[in-house]
């Protein structure tokens, strides 16, 4: 995986820096070098699904293949008719070495772990662009992504989720007992989909 | 005429998808199809008679998700409730797909049913949360269900994982006495999704002994073709095709296959060609493409049958699916890639093993694994292909300890691992849980040990080391050693167990004590090499006990070893003189491509091993080291660097007593760093490294005082936890190694903890502190429930809380005694109740 487009501010962050606080030299040259090591383990994958989508009342949202009830969900894509059904994730190389340092080297596990969550955001980062790119040329907008266990979108959809996008069998993505995904550094998103001119006449603008 | 024969000697030809069919009749995405076996039976007796129609030999029952997780079972999960597909039971769900099959068969006077076993959708442990036994016993009760509704033979299909693959496959020999056959899903790059290979996956299957093997799903013919052709290579058993109708497309929300079946045949001629035996279709195949296909399968000439070039005989015959030929790969496999044994020689890391190591003993009466993972991973750095695993102390439980090394290493490294041990329930219990094809070390020449080893080579796979020694000892000759090689060959031969599975060790006796114990060995070696056909290994450096400068010998020896056709050996693979001859060996034998590895290894100056290392502060960085005598420890811990913290730590003492040092210099520096870290100016691994290099420091200056003596003691208990259903413990471990850094005593009960756990460890260790972790809201209500429990049964004991979830406001209203929000946090809370 390509590692440039990975927010490094993002990892720092992770790893306790405050207010714009950067790292020295050496901090910087650990994080590049983990960055590195990850982008040889790491497999991204990511598959999607674009979807029907009525929202009524009562925040009650029919995507046809999953009804929820989220008031947040519901904010989140009011003005859309469709919604784009998201799965991605960098597969278990990255757990793998987080495992391994967690044994040999905790500061460099801990490194990795901060790395490997830059790395995932940045993965969905560029396959969303690319969609509201080729949105936009279709005179549609897209909303931000919004994940399941955001606000009171219940992560008990998560299992529902999965099925639908197949992300088992075509991504290796699957739950524990407790609906957390495995590999860990997965993801998953509802993301609105709106017509521009729909939008302008609404908002009046 | 048998299934399995008619797979060797005409072929055999599955049919196609089902899910899409079912979707194509209207089942909504995400619906389990399994319930249509009972809603919708009709459909599926019309989907499995338009493929018997279209030529199939096999139908494959809609059994695909039937699992335990997906549906309830009265008996275990009190009864069907709630949601649809909780309705059914899974003996109703399984017993309908069969019936529906079986019916479809006997109206169509042909075919065989097969019960299908998909993924369970759970990830095995470590990855996941399954554990391994109870993976085995849910694809168990989904066997016994289906064997005893008629199946034919027993098809697990669209594996991705080789350890479930495993498991599944386990289930299936050990519930019923059908044939088993086993497909997987690669990816283009010919991996599975946890990183199996096409060698591996022969590998493990062949080993135990799936009745046929091959691939399914994720791509079309075309793709998978050179996948195909790389699976026939090395696999000895017949092998299935069943590829998609294309790659996917989505299309108005649904998912759509379209290589159309004229063009599906036509790309599986290619695969028929190639050496397939089975062939059929997975997701987006219908009853067309099977016909298609049978059409296209006519017009091809006739092939020979199975023809076998081995001593293990399996059928003649002739078909238009051709056999393939019967292959010698030694494979061995970690969970991920096979390792292969040839003529290019491997080492096999001799160093996790006990004997005349007092720390190491010690790490294993105590269970530190992280001891014993960090030797596995040295040896792996230092260049070992194979690691050695030897746990055999007095007054352990070998059987528990081994399995759990075992499963602890494969959770680190993918290098696949030599299981040593004498004890046949050790070795039993260990094969069982390994994630892959083991290496074995060893059996013997005594009937005793080749009764007791090789039924379990059978069972669950594996390559052997075979000692050449019997009820009489080593013999003195070499023809006697080829005499005990040529017993232990045949006797293998019995089970089933094949040349290429065996790895004679014609044993290393050390020429201290008789001078012609090297060339006695080599000659034994060449003579099975020459005679017999089968690999060898030898323990190297046993040839010059007794002696001094061991490792001028060891290295020629290597050498000697090398040349006469050695192909593995048991060393240490930090051994600078034995990894000189097995380097130029290899470069001198043209098994080392423009000499590359040799000169990696020994150009001048070497060039930096592992920029990893050099980019990490606290390892490299040594400049620091100006200030020395009063600063000198402070600065090593504040910069973190381990090794300066130890050398300084040790000065320090030689001119100030303990309580001085820690005192003066390494408690001010622990503060800064943690005051820092506070403020956002230093970072967690700083943080982490500076922890690292005062706990070395620290254990210096224990060792100089004495225990008991003040200041160096423990300073009290803590037990931590990751709650019940969180499988995230970074946070915890890295507030485990900065409380063990402070000197506290730290109990860590992992992740995936129940409250009674917790409870349990807290009374049997008496600790007034606990600490636990919980990553996602999902799991607040079982740390919740442990804070109740800890409260109730141990009045007292003081609780913190933190992960990413956790606020103080959180914290309170969960019932917590204290909230920390980072590792440094959980520090002061430590400080303040112990």
């Given at each position: 995986?390509?590692?440039?487009?990975?927010?490094?501010?993002?990892?720092?962050?992770?790893?306790?820096?405050?207010?714009?606080?950067?790292?020295?030299?050496?901090?910087?040259?650990?994080?590049?070098?983990?960055?590195?090591?990850?982008?040889?383990?790491?497999?991204?994958?990511?598959?999607?699904?674009?979807?029907?989508?009525?929202?009524?009342?009562?925040?009650?949202?029919?995507?046809?293949?999953?009804?929820?009830?989220?008031?947040?969900?519901?904010?989140?894509?009011?003005?859309?008719?469709?919604?784009?059904?998201?799965?991605?994730?960098?597969?278990?190389?990255?757990d793998?070495?987080i495992r391994?340092?967690e044994?040999?080297?905790?500061?460099?596990?801990?490194?990795?772990q901060?790395?490997?969550a830059?790395?995932?955001?940045?993965?969905?980062?560029?396959?969303?662009?690319?969609?509201?790119?080729?949105?936009?040329?279709?005179?549609?907008?897209?909303?931000?992504?919004?994940s399941c266990g955001y606000g009171d979108f219940p992560l008990t959809c998560q299992k529902?989720f999965l099925?639908?996008?197949?992300?088992?069998?075509?991504?290796?993505i699957r739950l524990t007992e407790g609906l957390l995904m495995v590999p860990t550094k997965s993801v998953t998103?509802?993301?609105?989909?709106?017509?521009?001119?729909?939008?302008?006449?609404?908002?009046?603008? | 005429?048998?299934?399995?024969?008619?797979?060797?000697?005409?072929?055999?030809?599955?049919?196609?998808?089902?899910?899409?069919?079912?979707?194509?009749?209207?089942?909504?995405?995400?619906?389990?199809?399994?319930?249509?076996?009972?809603?919708?039976?009709?459909?599926?007796?019309?989907?499995?008679?338009?493929?018997?129609?279209?030529?199939?030999?096999?139908?494959?029952?809609?059994?695909?998700?039937?699992?335990?997780f997906?549906?309830?079972?009265?008996?275990?999960?009190?009864?069907?409730?709630?949601?649809?597909?909780?309705?059914?039971?899974?003996?109703?769900?399984?017993?309908?797909?069969?019936?529906?099959?079986?019916?479809?068969?006997?109206?169509?006077?042909?075919?065989?049913?097969?019960?299908?076993?998909?993924?369970?959708?759970r990830l095995?442990q470590p990855m996941g949360d399954l554990a391994?036994?109870d993976?085995?016993?849910?694809?168990?009760?989904?066997?016994?269900?289906?064997?005893?509704?008629?199946?034919?033979?027993?098809?697990?299909?669209?594996?991705?994982?080789?350890?479930?693959?495993?498991?599944?496959?386990?289930?299936?020999?050990?519930?019923?006495?059908?044939?088993?056959?086993?497909?997987?899903?690669?990816?283009?790059?010919?991996?599975?999704?946890?990183?199996?290979?096409?060698?591996?996956?022969?590998?493990?299957?062949?080993?135990?002994?799936?009745?046929?093997?091959?691939?399914?799903?994720?791509?079309?013919?075309?793709?998978?073709?050179?996948?195909?052709?790389?699976?026939?290579?090395?696999?000895?058993?017949?092998?299935?095709?069943?590829?998609?109708?294309?790659?996917?497309?989505?299309?108005?929300?649904?998912?759509?296959?379209?290589?159309?079946?004229?063009?599906?045949?036509?790309?599986?001629?290619?695969?028929?060609?190639?050496?397939?035996?089975?062939?059929?279709?997975?997701?987006?195949?219908?009853?067309?493409?099977?016909?298609?296909?049978?059409?296209?399968?006519?017009?091809?000439?006739?092939?020979?049958?199975?023809?076998?070039?081995?001593?293990?005989?399996?059928?003649?015959?002739?078909?238009?699916?051709?056999?393939?030929?019967?292959?010698?790969?030694?494979?061995?496999?970690?969970?991920?890639?096979?390792?292969?044994?040839?003529?290019?020689?491997?080492?096999?890391?001799?160093?996790?093993?006990?004997?005349?190591?007092?720390?190491?003993?010690?790490?294993?009466?105590?269970?530190?694994?992280?001891?014993?993972?960090?030797?596995?991973?040295?040896?792996?750095?230092?260049?070992?292909?194979?690691?050695?695993?030897?746990?055999?102390?007095?007054?352990?439980?070998?059987?528990?300890?081994?399995?759990?090394?075992?499963?602890?290493?494969?959770?680190?490294?993918?290098?696949?691992?030599?299981?040593?041990?004498?004890?046949?329930?050790?070795?039993?219990?260990?094969?069982?849980?390994?994630?892959?094809?083991?290496?074995?070390?060893?059996?013997?020449?005594?009937?005793?040990?080749?009764?007791?080893?090789?039924?379990?080579?059978?069972?669950?796979?594996?390559?052997?080391?075979?000692?050449?020694?019997?009820?009489?000892?080593?013999?003195?000759?070499?023809?006697?050693?080829?005499?005990?090689?040529?017993?232990?060959?045949?006797?293998?031969?019995?089970?089933?167990?094949?040349?290429?599975?065996?790895?004679?060790?014609?044993?290393?006796?050390?020429?201290?004590?008789?001078?012609?114990?090297?060339?006695?060995?080599?000659?034994?070696?060449?003579?099975?090499?020459?005679?017999?056909?089968?690999?060898?290994?030898?323990?190297?450096?046993?040839?010059?006990?007794?002696?001094?400068?061991?490792?001028?010998?060891?290295?020629?020896?290597?050498?000697?070893?090398?040349?006469?056709?050695?192909?593995?050996?048991?060393?240490?693979?930090?051994?600078?003189?034995?990894?000189?001859?097995?380097?130029?060996?290899?470069?001198?034998?043209?098994?080392?491509?423009?000499?590359?590895?040799?000169?990696?290894?020994?150009?001048?100056?070497?060039?930096?091993?592992?920029?990893?290392?050099?980019?990490?502060?606290?390892?490299?960085?040594?400049?620091?080291?100006?200030?020395?005598?009063?600063?000198?420890?402070?600065?090593?811990?504040?910069?973190?660097?381990?090794?300066?913290?130890?050398?300084?730590?040790?000065?320090?003492?030689?001119?100030?007593?303990?309580?001085?040092?820690?005192?003066?210099?390494?408690?001010?520096?622990?503060?800064?760093?943690?005051?820092?870290?506070?403020?956002?100016?230093?970072?967690?691994?700083?943080?982490?490294?500076?922890?690292?290099?005062?706990?070395?420091?620290?254990?210096?200056?224990?060792?100089?005082?004495?225990?008991?003596?003040?200041?160096?003691?423990?300073?009290?208990?803590?037990v931590l936890a990751t709650v019940k259903g969180d499988i995230h413990d970074i946070g915890k471990n890295i507030v485990k190694?900065?409380?063990?850094?402070?000197?506290?005593?730290?109990?860590d009960l992992g992740k995936d903890v129940s409250p009674e756990q917790v409870l349990e460890a807290v009374?049997?260790?008496?600790?007034?502190?606990v600490g636990l972790s919980a990553l996602m809201t999902t799991t607040v209500p079982a740390m919740e429930e442990t804070i109740r429990l800890l409260h109730e049964?141990?009045?007292?004991?003081?609780v913190m809380v933190g992960g990413a979830v956790m606020t103080a406001e959180y914290a309170a209203q969960i019932g917590a005694d204290h909230y920390a929000k980072d590792a440094?946090g959980a520090?002061?809370?430590?400080?303040?109740?112990?």
């Open positions: 995986m390509d590692i440039t487009g990975v927010n490094r501010n993002e990892i720092y962050r992770y790893l306790g820096a405050k207010g714009g606080v950067s790292p020295d030299e050496t901090m910087r040259a650990f994080t590049e070098d983990v960055l590195r090591e990850l982008s040889g383990k790491v497999r991204p994958g990511h598959v999607s699904l674009v979807v029907p989508l009525t929202v009524t009342p009562e925040d009650r949202i029919d995507m046809t293949c999953m009804q929820i009830r989220s008031k947040s969900l519901f904010r989140n894509l009011r003005g859309c008719d469709e919604a784009l059904l998201f799965a991605a994730t960098l597969g278990d190389g990255a793998f070495l391994r340092y044994k040999t080297d905790m500061a460099r596990a801990a490194v990795c901060a790395a490997s830059a790395m995932i955001e940045a993965y969905c980062d560029e396959i969303n662009d690319a969609w509201k790119k080729e949105y936009k040329e279709k005179g549609c907008f897209l909303r931000p992504r919004f529902r099925e639908v996008l197949q992300a088992d069998k075509r991504l290796g998103a509802v993301i609105g989909i709106g017509s521009l001119q729909q939008h302008e006449k609404d908002t009046g603008r | 005429m048998s299934i399995l024969r008619q797979l060797q000697d005409k072929g055999l030809i599955f049919d196609g998808g089902m899910g899409s069919l079912l979707q194509a009749k209207g089942l909504r995405a995400g619906e389990l199809p399994e319930v249509w076996n009972i809603t919708r039976p009709e459909v599926l007796r019309e989907i499995h008679a338009e493929y018997l129609a279209a030529g199939c030999d096999v139908v494959t029952a809609n059994t695909f998700g039937a699992n335990p997906k549906y309830a079972s009265p008996s275990f999960d009190g009864g069907p409730a709630g949601k649809e597909e909780d309705r059914y039971t899974l003996q109703e769900v399984v017993g309908a797909a069969l019936s529906h099959a079986r019916f479809a068969v006997s109206q169509a006077g042909h075919g065989y049913v097969a019960l299908d076993l998909g993924p369970t959708g095995l391994f036994e993976c085995v016993d849910a694809y168990a009760r989904v066997v016994r269900e289906g064997a005893g509704a008629g199946a034919d033979l027993i098809l697990i299909e669209t594996m991705s994982d080789l350890y479930e693959l495993k498991a599944a496959l386990l289930a299936a020999k050990e519930n019923c006495d059908l044939p088993v056959m086993a497909t997987v899903a690669f990816d283009a790059s010919g991996k599975l999704l946890t990183g199996g290979t096409v060698r591996s996956v022969v590998a493990l299957l062949e080993g135990l002994r799936a009745d046929a093997l091959g691939l399914n799903c994720g791509l079309g013919p075309a793709d998978m073709l050179p996948i195909a052709k790389e699976l026939i290579a090395y696999a000895s058993v017949p092998v299935i095709i069943q590829p998609n109708a294309g790659l996917p497309r989505v299309e108005n929300g649904r998912t759509v296959y379209d290589l159309p079946p004229s063009d599906f045949a036509r790309e599986m001629k290619d695969v028929i060609a190639a050496g397939a035996r089975g062939i059929g279709g997975c997701c987006g195949t219908t009853p067309a493409h099977i016909a298609a296909m049978c059409e296209v399968l006519c017009q091809m000439p006739q092939q020979p049958g199975l023809t076998d070039v081995s001593d293990t005989a399996a059928g003649g015959g002739t078909g238009i699916l051709q056999g393939n030929r019967h292959k010698t790969h030694t494979l061995v496999t970690g969970f991920a890639d096979a390792t292969e044994i040839s003529e290019d020689p491997v080492i096999i890391g001799e160093r996790i093993n006990p004997t005349g190591k007092k720390r190491f003993q010690q790490a294993l009466k105590e269970r530190d694994m992280s001891f014993i993972l960090q030797e596995g991973l040295a040896q792996q750095e230092a260049g070992a292909h194979i690691l050695d695993v030897n746990v055999g102390i007095p007054g352990v439980d070998e059987a528990s300890l081994l399995a759990g090394v075992v499963q602890e290493l494969q959770s680190v490294t993918e290098l696949p691992l030599q299981l040593d041990t004498s004890d046949p329930a050790a070795l039993a219990a260990a094969m069982r849980i390994y994630n892959g094809k083991p290496l074995i070390n060893s059996v013997n020449g005594k009937q005793a040990s080749m009764d007791a080893v090789f039924p379990l080579v059978q069972k669950y796979g594996g390559v052997v080391v075979c000692l050449t020694l019997d009820e009489r000892g080593i013999p003195e000759t070499a023809e006697g050693r080829v005499r005990i090689a040529r017993h232990i060959v045949e006797e293998a031969a019995k089970y089933g167990i094949e040349k290429k599975d065996l790895l004679i060790d014609t044993l290393c006796m050390t020429i201290s004590s008789g001078e012609k114990g090297a060339i006695v060995t080599l000659e034994a070696l060449r003579r099975i090499r020459e005679e017999l056909g089968v690999k060898t290994v030898l323990g190297v450096s046993n040839i010059s006990f007794g002696l001094p400068a061991r490792e001028i010998v060891n290295g020629v020896f290597f050498a000697m070893a090398l040349e006469d056709g050695l192909n593995a050996a048991i060393m240490n693979p930090s051994s600078a003189e034995m990894k000189k001859a097995y380097h130029a060996f290899r470069a001198l034998k043209g098994y080392d491509a423009h000499c590359a590895d040799y000169i990696e290894k020994y150009q001048s100056p070497p060039r930096k091993a592992d920029e990893g290392n050099q980019a990490q502060p606290g390892k490299a960085d040594s400049s620091d080291t100006a200030a020395g005598g009063a600063t000198g420890l402070f600065t090593a811990i504040r910069k973190g660097v381990k090794d300066k913290a130890v050398e300084e730590a040790a000065h320090a003492l030689a001119t100030r007593d303990a309580l001085t040092v820690i005192h003066e210099e390494m408690m001010p520096a622990l503060d800064e760093v943690g005051r820092a870290f506070e403020k956002g100016t230093l970072f967690l691994p700083q943080l982490i490294m500076s922890a690292e290099a005062a706990k070395a420091a620290f254990d210096v200056i224990r060792n100089a005082m004495g225990e008991g003596d003040g200041g160096s003691k423990k300073k009290g208990k803590i190694v900065l409380l063990e850094n402070y000197n506290y005593d730290v109990i009374q049997k260790e008496k600790a007034p502190l049964k141990a009045p007292g004991v003081k440094m520090v002061a809370c430590a400080q303040e109740c112990t």
